[in-house]
T-cell receptor, first 119, second 114 residues
Framework: EADIYQTPRYLVIGTGKKITLECSQT?????MYWYQQDPGMELHLIHY???????EKGDLSSESTVSRIRTEHFPLTLESARPSHTSQYLC??????????????????FGPGTRLTVL | KNQVEQSPQSLIILEGKNCTLQ??????????LRWYKQDTGRGPVSLTI?????NTKSNGRYTATLDADTKQSSLHITASQLSDSASYICVVSDRGSTLGRLYFGRGTQLTVWP
């Protein structure tokens, strides 16, 4: 079982609200990711981080922002939520087995996801 | 354009039966291919991973195959159980990035009936 957590699991909010989706992992992984997934569709990478103070935008344009102040924590923020932001948001991390070196075959471990609904 | 296509889109089988899911990809260069299982409302969980030199990998009742020449992979599930009901996602990683860039298929939604 992967040690990666997301809160809240479900969130229903009104348009214009500011929200922060939390993601934390206890595996000491340097790389972390945020994906957006709509029902029946593939995952789309929206943000990633190589390590502390490193953040990059992913393939899918997103109005959200992220920060990486601590290795284990990678929160995602929406300053003003809109109905178009309704989706499932999945956080993931990857890294080598304990004591090992990073390779291209490092597995990404996913959190349980946050189901966001903006009314 | 790098793509990952999965078939069928959905599949219904009876408990105890076998099934095979397909994945075709155009990702190049190629590093590895993973199959993930995603239960409803949960994050994906890795089942198998295969690199270029591997053509089969098993994990319990799950057996994945890879033909890197034809760029095809399959996931075979033996003696299906109700708990196998989930979306199965094929994910291909290219070799061109230290990030290990991933390309996701849309998944096959498998339903196992009693």
């Amino acid at each position: 079982e992967a040690d990666i957590y997301q809160t809240p699991r479900y969130l229903v909010i009104g348009t214009g609200k500011k929200i922060t989706l939390e993601c934390s992992q206890t595996m000491g992984h340097d790389k972390m990711y945020w994906y957006q997934q709509d029902p029946g569709m593939e995952l789309h990478l929206i943000h990633y981080s190589y390590g502390v103070n490193s953040t990059e935008k992913g393939d899918l344009s997103s109005e959200s922002t992220v920060s990486r102040i601590r290795t284990e924590h990678f929160p995602l923020t929406l300053e003003s939520a809109r109905p178009s932001h309704t989706s499932q948001y999945l956080c993931a991390s990857s890294g080598p087995p304990f004591g090992g070196n990073t390779t291209s075959t490092d597995t990404q471990y996913f959190g349980p996801g946050t189901r966001l609904t903006v009314l | 354009k790098n793509q990952v296509e999965q078939s069928p889109q959905s599949l219904i089988i009876l408990e105890g039966k076998n099934c095979t899911l397909q994945c075709n990809y155009t990702v190049s260069p190629f590093s590895n291919l993973r199959w993930y299982k995603q239960d409803t409302g949960r994050g994906p969980v890795s089942l198998t991973i295969m690199t270029f030199s591997e053509n089969t990998k098993s994990n319990g009742r799950y057996t994945a195959t890879l033909d890197a020449d034809t760029k095809q992979s399959s996931l075979h599930i033996t003696a299906s159980q109700l708990s196998d009901s989930a979306s199965y996602i094929c994910v291909v990683s290219d070799r061109g990035s230290t990030l290990g860039r991933l390309y996701f298929g849309r998944g096959t939604q498998l339903t196992v009936w009693p």
